[in-house]
């Protein structure tokens, strides 16, 4: 069972930094940790993924723990469009045919 | 890049009725992924194709549900006797499947089964 534990719902402010986490403590060595996000009435939208090291995108960060039971989620700048739910993701079906769980749902507040 | 697209957006059916959605995916995409997400819920898995070949079709919920790519560009998904437990999102995914790709999501099937 492709496993993440991540918070239900989490706040911030608009124009601040955004730290989502997720926990993935019986990750394999070869497994990429994954990130996408669903807007209200949309399907998910790639947001990042990485292995071992730290990454960045225009989208956000993505902080793997040097042990690579835990992830963090940066949004350098939350603005209102970044509300959304977020989901953190091992791969879990065949293929990347990904395994989904309930993700964080982000809110920001003006 | 015109990006996944779904028909018909909504779709509301009697129980016991078959229905058929359709997914076109990003023209040069091999890969064709779908899912289900119902409310609260994060999407699942439920099949894949790698051009025309269902690759994975072990997770598809029960055998009232079939998935075709049958010229490996668009799919379509099958659902026979509709019971209302079917209503969910319906979700179609493509990706480039060579090494890592991202799946690109189309916006969904919405299906009310009263």
């Known amino acids: 069972d492709a496993k993440t534990t991540q918070p239900n719902s989490m706040e911030s402010n608009e124009e601040e930094p955004v730290h989502l986490p997720c926990n993935h403590s019986?990750?394999?060595?070869?497994?990429?940790i994954h990130w996408y996000r669903q807007l209200p009435s949309q399907g998910p939208e790639y947001v990042i993924h990485?292995?071992?090291s730290n990454v960045n995108n225009r989208m956000a960060s993505l902080a793997i723990a040097e042990d690579r039971k835990s992830s963090t989620l940066i949004l350098h700048r939350a603005t209102l469009r970044d509300a959304a739910v977020y989901y953190c993701?091992?791969?879990?079906?065949?293929?990347?045919?990904?395994?989904f769980g309930k993700g964080t749902h982000l809110i920001i507040q003006p | 890049d015109t990006g996944v697209s779904q028909n018909p957006r909504h779709k509301i059916t009697k129980r016991g009725q078959n229905v058929t959605f359709r997914c076109d995916p990003i023209?040069?995409?091999?890969?064709l992924y779908w899912y289900r997400q119902t409310l609260g819920q994060g999407p699942e898995f439920l099949t894949y194709?790698?051009?025309?070949?269902?690759?994975?079709k072990s997770r598809l919920l029960s055998d009232r549900f079939s998935a075709e790519r049958p010229k490996g560009s668009f799919s379509t998904l099958e659902i026979q006797r509709t019971e209302q437990g079917d209503s969910a999102m319906y979700l179609c995914?493509?990706?480039?499947?060579?090494?890592?790709?991202?799946?690109?999501f189309g916006n969904g099937t919405r299906l009310t089964v009263t």
């Open positions: 995914a493509s990706s480039l499947g060579t090494g890592y790709s991202p799946l690109h």
């Open positions: 019986t990750i394999s060595g070869t497994d990429y």
């Open positions: 990485g292995l071992t």
């Open positions: 993701i091992r791969p879990g079906g065949g293929a990347d045919g990904l395994t």
């Open positions: 023209s040069e995409h091999n890969r």
């Open positions: 194709f790698q051009n025309e070949a269902q690759l994975e």
